[in-house]
């Protein structure tokens, strides 16, 4: 594809529901990285891809955060039993060879 | 730790006047810096990188080990850069892959 690709663009959630956002990288990137973005803030790190590995994965707020990137293309982050405090934008970025980061449009979450 | 700090939330200056934005970070190692832009409804994209030393768009920013400082500059500034700036450090290879933000700072540039 063009770019980086994420859906759905806005999710509403009842408190306690689980949700899963997915994200197509850009064709041949080898890093995806996922971002939480709350309002007012800058995009906060939750964890990063090489391929199929999850590296690193400091960022994730709670063991109710999964990631996984089976085949080391689509990635999908879910969301357990979701809380008020879980409301943001969820951005996914992808890397190819250089340090430059492509971001979707990011999946905006609300939790009522 | 890694930390990246942007001091001003918003920054207003009129058209044509010049306009610095502000960036500081903390760093043990040799990051690379970043600037990311996102324009009103649009996604968040690079502007420029220190690596590059380029200037985009009419905007640089000098990377100063000493101040540990990134501030992004534009001689003069006008209505199209009004955006949300974001200032970004990452470690590279030898210091971790994953890039850091800043809260950014909103460029509002008056006619």
């Known amino acids: 594809g063009a770019g980086v690709s994420q859906s759905p663009r806005y999710k509403v959630a009842k408190r306690g529901q689980d949700v899963a956002l997915r994200c197509d990288p850009i064709s041949g990137h080898v890093s995806l990285f996922w971002y939480q973005q709350a309002l007012g803030q800058g995009p906060e790190f939750l964890t990063y891809f090489q391929n199929e590995a999850q590296l690193d994965k400091s960022g994730l707020p709670s063991d109710r955060f999964f990631a996984e990137r089976p085949e080391g293309s689509v990635s999908t982050l879910k969301i357990q039993r979701t809380q008020q405090e879980d409301s943001a934008v969820y951005l996914c970025a992808s890397q190819g060879l250089s340090e430059k980061l492509f971001f979707g449009s990011g999946t905006q979450l609300s939790v009522l | 730790a890694q930390r990246v700090t942007q001091p001003e939330k918003l920054l207003s200056v009129f058209k044509g006047a010049p306009v610095e934005l502000k960036c500081n970070y903390s760093y043990s190692g040799s990051p690379e810096l970043f600037w990311y832009v996102q324009y009103s409804r649009q996604r968040l994209q690079l502007l420029l990188r220190?690596?590059s030393r380029e200037s985009i768009k009419g905007f640089t920013a000098d990377l100063n080990k000493g101040e540990t400082s990134f501030h992004l500059k534009k001689p003069f500034a006008q209505e199209e850069d009004s955006a949300m700036y974001y200032c970004?450090?990452?470690?590279?290879?030898?210091?971790?892959?994953?890039?850091?933000f800043g809260a950014g700072t909103r460029l509002f540039v008056k006619a």
């Open positions: 220190h690596i």
């Open positions: 970004a450090l990452s470690g590279g290879n030898t210091g971790g892959f994953k890039t850091i």
